[in-house]
């Protein structure tokens, strides 16, 4: 069993900076794991954010979000970040952290789910 918990999230001015915070833990949860971010607006699918391989050195990101978030995380702590730049109204939504030990490919379908974290983006 792995358990996550994301944190991070609030209200943010449009072109603000968060950045969101995901723990990973629990018996089953391995450095091995692939770790990633998702998000949900109110009306619309789940979107793919990011997404990072256990080592750090390969990172995947949505295209709305290539170029503005930033993925990484810390193995010594079972840390997975999203660092958000420029934020934009339209990123309005709740943010959930994932893993599974299957590597990311674009039909990454995650086991394990945090509760989320909301932002939401003031213009």
């Known amino acids: 069993q792995v358990h996550l918990v994301e944190s991070g999230g609030g209200l943010v001015q449009a072109g603000g900076s968060p950045r969101l915070s995901c723990a990973a833990s629990g018996p089953t949860f391995s450095h091995s794991y692939t770790m990633g971010w998702y998000r949900r607006a109110p009306g619309q699918e789940r979107e793919f954010v990011a997404a990072?391989?256990?080592?750090?050195?390969?990172?995947y990101y949505g295209g709305s979000v290539k170029g503005r978030f930033t993925i990484s995380r810390d193995n010594a702590e079972n840390m997975v970040y999203l660092k958000m730049n420029s934020l934009k109204p339209a990123d309005t939504a709740r943010y959930y952290c994932a893993t599974d030990r299957a590597p990311w490919t674009t039909d990454w379908s995650p086991r394990y789910w945090g509760q989320g974290t909301q932002v939401t983006v003031s213009s």
């Open positions: 990072i391989d256990w080592s750090g050195n390969s990172k």
